[in-house]
């Protein structure tokens, strides 16, 4: 297809606009090797009030600069809804395939959206079971399922009220719009779960992550029914073990799990060693075991994330950590790079100025899922 004129324009602006996004040291330059993946960030915008578009923004991570957006159409049940800012943050976000990026509506009664990272093509697919209202968190991925935790409720017994339970969705096959879904285990003895956090080990078989409001006995871990347990529940099953713990994990190294039972996560918590006014951040070690964190840096306390980060992503080799938001959501655009073996930012507010070249209604984006891939 040729290209239009008013896209020719467009990154021709964004060609300016990245020679004046600002970076922070000269050590920025020494990142964004090969094992660190590919830096993406999925945005939705507004070209109007009634309409909604979405863009992949790829970063380079040697320069700092965001390349010129992929801008692409999202399937008829968003697009026709209006504006995309009636839409919550998906629940999850991965990448199944590496070419491929899968967004999880929990509030669209389990719509997902597979979105062609090369292409910026989207299709909508849901599950053929109507009670299944879409994965808080997703711990594998292939080309035909995703298994994943999600929120379930049985006709008796701790789970008549609603409570959290294992399943797996089958992507549908040839033109059809629904997969079909089915519980591994229909109900571990929790209300609720963090969301898009947690670590499977793949060869035991054991998904771990925080679960709060516990159902039974058992399942209790402190005092009170808000306290977070860190729960280790077998795939094949359902079986699992919990222990306390006093921070919350935002997000796990994928295949970082050595040999004395820990991981790489970055973490909230510790206020006695992270100090700052913007939060406790930091990167840790977590003994899944035992549920004990050991902190191995803080993020530098002068950093302000404005919205979160409950978007975030590792890059493949653990050495950066970013998160984004949209100015819709804080009121400013950002990407923050962080070194993780420092806690101090490489690249803040990368993103000013984007909202502007994308003509983006009342210059609002929102930023839906920030991703390395390989």
Not at 52 to 76: N, Q, R, T
Not at 299 to 323: M, N
Request: with cysteine; glycine share 10%; net charge negative.
């Amino acid at each position: 297809m040729r290209p239009s004129s008013s896209g020719l324009l467009l990154a021709i602006l964004l060609t300016f606009l990245m020679a004046l996004s600002p970076s922070r040291g000269a050590a920025a330059l020494a990142h964004g090797g090969a094992g660190t993946g590919r830096l993406f960030l999925t945005i939705a915008w507004c070209p109007n009030f009634t309409s909604g578009k979405g863009a992949l923004i790829e970063i380079d991570l040697k320069s700092g600069k965001y390349l010129p957006p992929k801008v692409f159409d999202w399937p008829e049940k968003i697009k026709g809804q209006g504006c995309v800012g009636e839409f919550d943050t998906p629940a999850f976000s991965g990448s199944r395939t590496s070419d491929t990026l899968l967004l999880d509506f929990v509030n669209q009664f389990g719509l997902l959206v597979d979105l062609d990272m090369s292409t910026g093509k989207s299709t909508e697919f849901a599950p053929s079971d109507p009670f299944f209202v879409g994965f808080e968190t997703v711990f594998t991925t292939s080309s035909t399922s995703v298994t994943g935790l999600a929120a379930t409720v049985t006709e008796d017994g701790f789970c008549d009220d609603g409570c959290i339970g294992i399943g797996t969705l089958h992507f549908p096959e040839g033109q059809k719009k629904t997969g079909k879904f089915e519980w591994v285990k229909n109900g571990l003895p929790y209300k609720a779960v963090i969301d898009d956090a947690h670590y499977y080990d793949e060869q035991s078989g054991v998904v771990y992550s925080q679960f709060s409001y516990p159902l039974t006995q058992e399942a209790k871990c402190g005092t009170v029914d808000s306290d977070l347990c860190l729960v280790g529940v077998s795939t094949t099953t359902g079986s699992f073990t919990t222990v306390p713990t006093n921070y919350t994990i935002y997000d796990t190294v994928a295949g970082s799990l050595d040999t004395n039972g820990e991981i790489f996560a970055f973490i909230e918590g510790f206020p006695s060693i992270c100090k700052s006014s913007h939060g406790n951040f930091l990167y840790a070690k977590v003994n899944l075991k035992t549920g004990v964190a050991t902190p191995v840096v803080c993020l530098a306390p002068d950093v302000v994330d404005q919205e979160g980060p409950w978007i975030s992503s590792f890059s493949l080799d653990q050495t950066l950590w970013a998160t984004s938001s949209g100015d819709a959501d804080a009121g400013q655009s950002q990407l923050l790079v962080v070194d993780t073996k420092t806690g101090e930012p490489i690249y803040d507010n990368l993103l000013k100025g984007l909202p502007q070249a994308l003509h983006a209604w009342e210059n609002f984006i929102w930023v839906w899922a920030v991703n390395f891939v390989p």
